[in-house]
């Protein structure tokens, strides 16, 4: 597949490739903090660190809760996703100024998968903000599929996404958007043919991130859009953290 490896001329990109914490303010003058983590207890390291009066929306990479727990394992680790879960909320009942955008695993019920998610925490109180619609390969059989876009559809300027929704986008975006957040753990695959070798991951992964962000911004007159990544064990890149804006 050909990506164009450019961002659109009336776009601008800025990016932060490293973990750890950076901020911008939207075009609403609405904060913006973006904590991007390997681990969950990085994460957590950074959240305890955050200023008191930290206010605005905290995003979080995708599935942050459970960095150390392969997929296959994760409906038998209920009772412990739920735990760091319970531990967060007892942390952020100290920054009871700022929602916070958290990935993790979430259970319906007595069902034995998961959605892969997006919970906010407001005050220590967690509720589920949207569900992850387009699985990729190493996530289906794992995790269930949101059944329809119904979570992404919120009545509010700003839309929540989880990684490879970014992908369908277009499709899945309200009009009145204006604003995107994206939880991610951003990953391509490769190829394999043996006339085929596969441009590496630095170049493969941010010229498929850019493509995305062409096509949202094509598709919607979003104004701005922020990606807090994480990467999978799988590739030495850093983050593809970055802020993506419209140019006036």
Same mark, same amino acid.
């Given at each position: 597949m050909l990506f164009r490896t450019m961002p659109r001329p009336n776009l601008e990109?800025?990016?932060?490739r490293q973990n750890g914490v950076f901020n911008f303010t939207n075009s609403d003058d609405e904060l913006v903090t973006g904590v991007s983590a390997q681990t969950w207890e990085d994460y957590l390291d950074h959240i305890e660190n955050l200023p008191s009066k930290v206010s605005g929306q905290v995003i979080s990479p995708e599935l942050i809760t459970i960095t150390d727990i392969p997929f296959e394992k994760v409906a038998r680790s209920r009772q412990e996703i739920g735990e760091r879960i319970l531990q967060l909320c007892e942390i952020l009942h100290d920054l009871p100024n700022a929602d916070f955008m958290v990935g993790t695993p979430s259970f319906c019920g007595d069902t034995e998968l998961p959605y892969n998610t997006l919970v906010k925490i407001t005050n220590g109180q967690c509720e589920t903000k949207s569900r992850k619609w387009l699985l990729t390969l190493s996530e289906e059989g794992n995790f269930r599929p949101a059944l329809t876009t119904q979570t992404l559809q919120q009545p509010y300027s700003t839309q929540s996404l989880i990684c490879a929704d970014m992908v369908v986008a277009p499709s899945l975006l309200r009009e009145d *958007?204006?604003? !995107?957040q994206v939880s991610a753990c951003w990953a391509t695959p490769g190829f394999s043919h043996p006339n085929y070798q596969p441009p590496p991951d630095e170049k493969r992964y941010t010229d498929a991130m850019i493509y995305a962000i062409n096509q949202l911004f094509t598709a919607h007159l979003v104004r701005d859009l922020v990606v !807090?990544?994480? *990467?999978?064990? *799988?590739t030495k890149i850093p983050p593809l953290n970055c802020v993506v804006q419209r140019k006036i």
């Open positions: 990109i800025t990016w932060y *958007t204006r604003h !995107v !807090v990544d994480r *990467t999978p064990p *799988t």
